[in-house]
């Protein structure tokens, strides 16, 4: 006596583990697709930062230039005067010692 289907159980079996297999394969599949799309916006996000801090070295270095410029005798009197506009009251230096010395006095 043999028994009927028996051979369907092997069967079921074996398209069952195709299923599981196939399923683990896309599973992974897709697992990889998804940390290779984050190591893409990763890496994007990285090069954006080098920019950003070349940009901000630049910038970095353009100001220092300014401060040791500025430290120079004489620089500021040219900013004031060339960019501002601007004058001393009595249109020289020594007038103006003049002046508080004047108002000292008054006082």
Do not use: H
């Not at 159980?9 to 697709?33: D, E, K, M, P, Q």
């Not at 940009?55 to 004489?74: D, M, T, W, Y």
């Amino acid at each position: 006596m043999t028994k009927q289907g028996g051979g369907r159980g092997w069967a079921r079996t074996l398209g069952l583990w195709r299923v599981c297999v196939l399923f683990l394969g896309v599973s992974v599949t897709i697992s990889y697709l998804a940390l290779k799309v984050e190591l893409a916006d990763v890496a994007r996000e990285a090069e954006r930062c080098q920019a950003r801090i070349a940009a901000l070295k630049e910038e970095r270095a353009k100001l220092n230039a300014a401060v040791v410029f500025r430290q120079k005798p004489g620089a500021i009197e040219r900013i004031a005067r060339g960019e501002l506009g601007m004058e001393y009251p009595a249109g020289r230096l020594s007038d103006i010692g003049v002046v508080s010395r004047q108002l000292e006095g008054i006082q």
